[in-house]
């Protein structure tokens, strides 16, 4: 029993080790370092360019949740995360190069997968194929899976945040806290008065970018939308969005700062940090200019300058089956950001649910689908409800899930989704232990 898997991503690697523990062979195709992205550097697997936090662990949010889920079924990701942890609160953020080496280093060493590393123009016909090559597939085989569509891809826009040496950053300006008081000093931050504020604002809007090619239309993620567009927004929009200085104290004033610049520790040494938020089309000179403004960061040496790049995905609603599979041709399944989620946690959710969907269809077995009340089952439950006119990929969150049973008293917005997650992981376990039939 075989299946092949094209891509060595989050998606990629969960799938291969999900399908190779229960049995099958698997062999992983991926490109690096024959070829790499407009995005990725590092040959290892699993790379993490956006950014390195996994997001909340609190199951109060439904990211916390899709984590707490995966380690019930034995997720490959996560349990590298949790290997290769960094201090991020209540975040779960990993030294991005330990994480890549832990999860290559698995991978190649399970005797069921085979790597391959060349670069796949053309999907194979035959046999059980797991596509999870990411919003940045290679051209050649994007437009061999447009031509199986029938129609071509939608795509935004997905911006990378800057990344400076700490030692490079004024400590005696910076002070460390967390917004809230929520995981300690976790975090470094920059304070600005509301002058620096106004003119860190005034020079974004004025700043030259990386324009977009004449027939590419601006469709960016909301949810990672670059800096200076969200300048344009408004002058406020940045002050009540990434630079809020909520819960913060200036220990040199006594006062809250009119704005804060975050930065979040990249690797476990705390070398590296990265702009929370700053994510950006800014021309290199322009990033070096205007982040180089900000009080305390005048001296700030780049690591590596913030990006955009063109993420794709399919309308899911209209091409995908619950078990991940294509209408169009039953032996695909595609998983993973192309799959139309958006997310680290959520792409490696789906290429779990790819594996372990490959394992039973090879035994010719339906597999079990995940409760819509888990957040696994929101995430397929959305993919195929959604409205295809105008899809786009989600970030697994509690709107997407079933409301909550009459509750005798409104509930706020933490206990409604403490009891949902709750609910949760209570639906999830029939089907854990489901999943876990063919397990060796």
Same mark, same amino acid.
């Given at each position: 029993?075989?299946?092949?898997?094209?891509?060595?991503?989050?998606?990629?690697?969960?799938?291969?080790?999900?399908?190779?523990?229960?049995? $099958?062979?698997?062999?992983?195709?991926?490109?690096?370092?024959?070829?790499?992205?407009?995005?990725?550097?590092?040959?290892?697997?699993?790379?993490?360019?956006?950014?390195?936090?996994?997001?909340?662990?609190?199951?109060?949010?439904?990211?916390?949740?899709?984590?707490?889920?995966?380690?019930?079924?034995?997720?490959?990701?996560?349990?590298?995360?949790?290997?290769?942890?960094?201090?991020?609160?209540?975040?779960?953020?990993?030294?991005?190069v330990a994480f890549g080496e832990h999860i290559t280093g698995v991978i190649e060493g399970h005797p069921r997968i085979r790597v391959v590393r060349e670069c796949v123009e053309r999907l194979p016909t035959e046999g059980r194929t797991i596509l999870a090559t990411g919003? !940045?597939?290679?051209?050649?085989?994007?437009?061999?899976?447009?031509? $199986?569509?029938?129609? %071509?891809? $939608?795509?935004?826009?997905?911006?990378?945040?800057?990344?400076?040496?700490?030692?490079?950053?004024?400590?005696?300006?910076?002070?460390?806290?967390?917004?809230?008081?929520?995981?300690?000093?976790?975090? !470094?931050?920059?304070?600005?008065?509301?002058?620096?504020?106004?003119?860190?604002?005034?020079?974004?809007?004025?700043?030259?970018?990386?324009?977009?090619?004449?027939?590419?239309?601006?469709?960016?993620?909301?949810?990672?939308? %670059?800096?200076?567009?969200?300048?344009?927004? =408004?002058?406020?929009?940045?002050?009540?969005?990434?630079?809020?200085?909520?819960?913060?104290?200036?220990?040199?004033?006594?006062?809250?700062?009119?704005?804060?610049?975050?930065?979040?520790?990249?690797?476990?040494? =705390?070398?590296?940090?990265?702009?929370?938020?700053?994510?950006?089309?800014?021309?290199?000179?322009?990033?070096?200019?205007?982040?180089?403004?900000?009080?305390?960061?005048?001296?700030?040496?780049?690591?590596?300058? =913030?990006?955009?790049?063109?993420?794709?995905?399919?309308?899911?609603?209209?091409? !995908?089956?619950?078990?991940?599979?294509?209408?169009?041709?039953?032996?695909?399944?595609?998983?993973?950001?192309?799959?139309?989620?958006?997310?680290?946690?959520?792409?490696?959710?789906?290429?779990?649910?790819?594996?372990?969907?490959?394992?039973?269809?090879?035994?010719?077995?339906?597999?079990? $689908?995940?409760?819509?009340?888990?957040?696994?089952?929101?995430?397929?439950?959305?993919?195929?409800?959604?409205?295809?006119?105008?899809?786009?990929?989600?970030?697994?969150?509690?709107?997407?899930?079933?409301?909550?049973?009459?509750?005798?008293?409104?509930?706020?917005?933490?206990?409604?989704?403490?009891?949902?997650?709750?609910?949760?992981?209570?639906?999830?376990?029939?089907?854990?232990?489901?999943?876990?039939?063919?397990?060796?």
């Open positions: 029993m075989q299946v092949s898997v094209i891509g060595a991503g989050l998606a990629g690697c969960e799938a291969a080790w999900q399908a190779a523990r229960r049995g $099958l062979d698997v062999s992983l195709y991926e490109m690096k370092p024959v070829r790499y992205s407009a995005a990725h550097s590092s040959p290892h697997f699993a790379e993490l360019v956006c950014s390195n936090s996994l997001r909340s662990n609190e199951v109060a949010s439904a990211v916390g949740l899709l984590k707490q889920e995966m380690r019930r079924l034995g997720s490959l990701v996560i349990a590298a995360a949790d290997a290769c942890a960094v201090p991020a609160g209540k975040a779960l953020a990993v030294d991005r919003p !940045l597939t290679d051209a050649p085989l994007a437009a061999e899976l447009q031509s $199986l569509l029938g129609e %071509p891809y $939608l795509y935004f826009y997905d911006a990378l945040s800057p990344i400076v040496y700490a030692d490079s950053i004024d400590h005696e300006v910076a002070f460390r806290a967390s917004r809230y008081d929520a995981g300690g000093d976790d975090y !470094l931050n920059l304070p600005l008065s509301a002058e620096a504020y106004t003119d860190f604002v005034e020079a974004l809007v004025a700043a030259e970018t990386v324009p977009l090619h004449e027939f590419e239309a601006a469709l960016y993620f909301e949810g990672c939308l %670059p800096i200076e567009e969200m300048a344009r927004r =408004g002058r406020d929009t940045l002050a009540y969005g990434p630079m809020k200085p909520v819960g913060l104290t200036d220990p040199r004033t006594g006062r809250r700062p009119h704005a804060v610049v975050q930065l979040r520790q990249e690797d476990k040494r =705390g070398v590296l940090y990265s702009l929370v938020g700053f994510q950006t089309k800014l021309r290199v000179g322009e990033q070096r200019r205007i982040f180089r403004s900000l009080p305390g960061a005048e001296g700030a040496a780049f690591a590596r300058f =913030g990006s955009v790049h063109r993420n794709t995905y399919l309308n899911a609603p209209r091409h !995908l089956r619950p078990d991940l599979t294509l209408a169009a041709r039953p032996g695909l399944a595609v998983a993973g950001q192309i799959a139309g989620v958006e997310g680290y946690v959520e792409s490696a959710a789906l290429g779990w649910l790819a594996g372990m969907n490959a394992a039973f269809a090879a035994r010719g077995e339906e597999p079990p $689908l995940p409760p819509p009340q888990t957040a696994h089952g929101a995430l397929i439950q959305y993919l195929m409800d959604a409205d295809e006119r105008r899809f786009q990929p989600m970030n697994v969150n509690y709107g997407l899930f079933p409301p909550l049973e009459k509750t005798p008293h409104r509930l706020r917005r933490r206990e409604r989704n403490e009891r949902m997650a709750a609910r949760g992981l209570e639906a999830l376990e029939p089907f854990a232990r489901l999943a876990e039939a063919h397990l060796s």
